[in-house]
């Protein structure tokens, strides 16, 4: 609920438009006054084959290609508007509920009717694609490529409390993968979801994990 909000050290605004955020941000401020606000946008910067992490393709060869669909997330229509917007044709179009978690059997299916229609790729988004088995069926990599478009983030408005938010943190355990952050408005990993709300069109709360409520 928003009065959670006054809970929160940091808020992102996802999805943000430079200067069309200020009624959500007075709305934020009923809440809490204190809070560093960041405005962000995510961005697919590159298509990532799922099944071979050497096959990284530019978004431009969505450009008149006939793709299959596959997502379960909250907002379907987003993520298909924006492969529209890259230039692909939607041939097939897969929409499970919001965290669906796929199963093996589900892929081979929907990878057979892709294969049917002879599409070129079958695209997936991020969240879901990193979720997939490791494998789909007997075969080492699927019949039809899937790929799902990266994503980063880049901060508009907000950047020095951004940093500030990453200074804070607790180091990564010994072994986790580098993290990859925004420099100077420069897109970078998502962030670590503790001690900050989100928000996009609405408001959600996450509370602060000790560590970093607590540190200088």
């Known amino acids: 609920p928003p009065p959670n909000l006054r809970r929160a050290n940091f808020i992102l605004i996802t999805k943000a438009l430079p200067g069309e955020s200020r009624a959500l941000i007075e709305r934020i401020r ?53 492969l529209r917007k890259l230039g692909a044709n939607l041939v097939i179009a897969s929409r499970f509920a ?9 892929l081979q299916d929907f990878v057979a009717r892709c294969a049917l229609r002879d599409t070129d790729f079958i695209v997936t988004t991020e969240k879901d694609g990193v979720r997939f088995p490791s494998r789909i069926g007997s075969a ?3 019949a039809v490529p899937m790929y799902f478009p990266r994503g980063e983030i880049e901060i508009i408005a907000g950047q020095e409390h951004w940093d500030r938010l990453i200074r804070r943190l607790p180091p990564p355990p010994p072994g986790a993968a580098p993290a990859r952050v925004p420099v100077h408005g420069r897109p970078g990993c998502h962030p670590r979801r503790g001690g900050v709300a989100r928000t996009a069109g609405g ?14």
Do not use: M, W
């Open 140 to 142: 080492e990599k699927p």
């Open 30 to 82: 009923e809440y809490n006054r204190t809070a560093d606000i960041v405005e962000c946008v995510h961005k697919p910067v590159h298509l990532q084959n799922i099944y071979d992490p050497a096959d990284a393709r530019p978004l431009s060869d969505l450009r008149d290609k006939y793709l299959g669909v596959l997502s379960g997330i909250a907002r379907p229509e987003s993520f298909e508007d924006t």
């Open 98 to 106: 919001d965290h669906h978690r796929f199963r093996g059997q589900e």
């Open 203 to 216: 408001v959600r709360h996450s509370p602060p994990p000790r560590s970093a409520t607590h540190a200088p």
